[in-house]
């Protein structure tokens, strides 16, 4: 497997790329893991790179942060009710056209930060996602070339406040999603050559027990869809993130308690590694 990543203090990270269980330094080729390395097709650069001997390791990597595999995406846009028994416990039928809804791009941190539980925030929800990051600017793209945009893949967790997400705040979805730290990424970006986006297992688990588990393949719109359908309303750009949606299980269901300070959230999709942040209080 090959993987980009980011190692070190918030604010100070430094782009690696993980190749098995080796990472290397990307600080030759670059200074981040942005919108312009990926945009310049950073992947093949990396690659390259390594198979003439021009990276070093970074023997010190086990012991650093890890930090989200993209730096500050200019856009996270977020898909609702994607996963048909979500949508059900949910109260919804399946949509007919992909919900959006945006996350602000501050909400995002790394993989195994703290998940900070804000004042007033009884209903606190877990939401893991299968993430998509765009590597080519995606403007009235048909579905059939849609994969072509994207960089690679990772997993996501939208964080979510289910009061201020519904009517009692005036029923506006990014209102209940966009505090800090409600958008956890990583721990990797997984180039989209080495993904097949259609049948990933997805799964979330709450202090140790088991809470979602399901595949992409129950996906409603499957992420080539989805990125024709957003390109005609947003031009995406390199370094955005979408976020697919979630399967059922989540504790909007009734089925499971909100997220309560010192509850340990776990969550993966296979192939992309998995997340586990601690739930704070604010």
Request: hydrophobic share 45%; glycine share 10%.
């Amino acid at each position: 497997m090959t993987a980009l990543l980011r190692l070190g203090d918030p604010g100070a990270e430094r782009p690696a790329l993980l190749v098995d269980d080796r990472y290397y330094d990307l600080t030759p080729l670059t200074g981040d893991v942005d919108a312009a390395f990926l945009a310049a097709d950073g992947v093949a650069t990396a690659r390259r790179a390594l198979a003439e001997g021009r990276l070093t390791e970074l023997p010190d990597a086990a012991s650093l942060r890890v930090g989200a595999p993209v730096a500050r995406p200019g856009a996270v846009l977020c898909i609702g009710q994607n996963y048909a028994a979500h949508a059900a416990e949910s109260g919804s039928a399946p949509p007919e056209h992909p919900i959006l809804f945006f996350k602000h791009p501050n909400t995002v941190v790394g993989p195994f930060d703290d998940i900070v539980r804000p004042d007033g925030a009884d209903a606190l929800d877990y939401e893991v996602e299968l993430g998509v990051v765009i590597g080519t600017a995606a403007w009235h793209v048909a579905e059939a070339d849609a994969l072509a945009h994207v960089a690679g893949y990772l997993v996501g967790n939208d964080v979510s406040e289910r009061t201020w997400q519904r009517s009692e705040s005036g029923g506006q979805w990014s209102k209940g999603k966009t505090a800090p730290t409600f958008c956890p990424l990583g721990p990797w970006l997984v180039p989209a050559d080495e993904v097949d986006p259609t049948s990933l297992h997805i799964w979330s688990r709450i202090s140790g027990e088991p809470r979602q588990g399901s595949s992409t393949a129950d996906m409603v719109f499957s992420v080539a869809a989805l990125i024709a359908d957003l390109s005609r309303y947003v031009r995406l750009e390199p370094g955005d993130v979408i976020l697919t949606g979630t399967p059922e299980g989540v504790a909007m269901s009734g089925r499971f308690p909100y997220l309560a300070a010192d509850d340990v959230v776990e969550v993966g999709v296979d192939g992309l590694g998995a997340q586990r942040s601690a739930v704070v209080a604010g």
